[in-house]
């Protein structure tokens, strides 16, 4: 019987958290910038980082192959909004190597969708089958007002490209108390009347923005309890390792997740770590601690062992579960660093 790459991976050469958790999922920032500015995401005049800072199309690709060779399955490209990234697509080719020999399972991305028109069907050229695509309101003056002047049309007409080009598509929506609660079921039947899976988030306290994120705080347990009262939820099995709970609406036939990183912890099954576009890997969304890998992928441009090394160290620091609280108004965010800098 023919081995496979993947097969050839052993308990020795994956990465092991202290907790005994596998981690195989990494997600990489590709960039911090986005062409929109949502209110519970970012500053209106966001302040992006010096195109110097920021890791090559190289650098990204020789960075997520050393995950890659350490047992890393499953790669998400985040942002910021990834496809704004010059080389994007490049580096989404070069990475589907690893496709092709097996020892990746998946590459995936996370988009705004404003770009998908363009971009549907080199990225199911190169190897990508699924995305996740982020939209809080289907209500065009809503999406403005909360993206600060996106265009929901364009959006509509991307998802609409990357259904015809083959991509599966899952929907990702913020529950926003004042901008979209009343709307979530609506835009639950839409989802999956498309044949698209949909997750609901709570927001999260990352970086300073102009808005007490309280005002907008709604808790998942309290849209749970309005769905049931209108659909019959039904638990799934599934286990992806990562934060969702997932249900089968009966009444739609299509499948919900939910986020809840302040109203219930998912973090004993945290699979994951997240590398910004500047090299920083992040343990934890919820936590400061990191490692710096820029400064070593370009002190040692031809030997990948010293960033294997910091890997594996950084790894066996990699904390329990992360410190996210409920909102208290006036209360700084549980870590500084905005979403877009850290990678959704």
Known sequence: MKTSVADMITPTTVLTDPFGRVIDYVRV???DRCDLRCTYCMSER??????AELLTIEELDRLCSTFVDL???RLRLTGGEPLLRKGFLDLVSGLSRHLRSGQLQELTLTTNGTQLYTHADALVRYGVTRINVSIDS???D????ITRGGDLGAVLQGLEAARAAGLKIKINTVALKDDNADALPDMIAWAHARNMEMTLIETMPLGQIEADRTDQFLPLSMVRTDLEGRWTLTPQARQTGGPARYVTVQET???LGFITPLTHSFCETCNRVRVTCTGTLFLCLGQDDHADLRALLRDHPEDDAPIREAIRNAIARKPGSHDFTLPIRGALPAVQRPMSMTGG
């Open 46 to 51: 966001q302040t992006f980082l010096p195109r």
């Open 71 to 73: 047992g890393t399955r």
């Open 142 to 145: 809503t999406y403005r007002r």
């Open 29 to 31: 920032s590709v960039t």
């Open 253 to 255: 036939g299509g499948t």
């Open 138 to 140: 289907l209500d065009p």
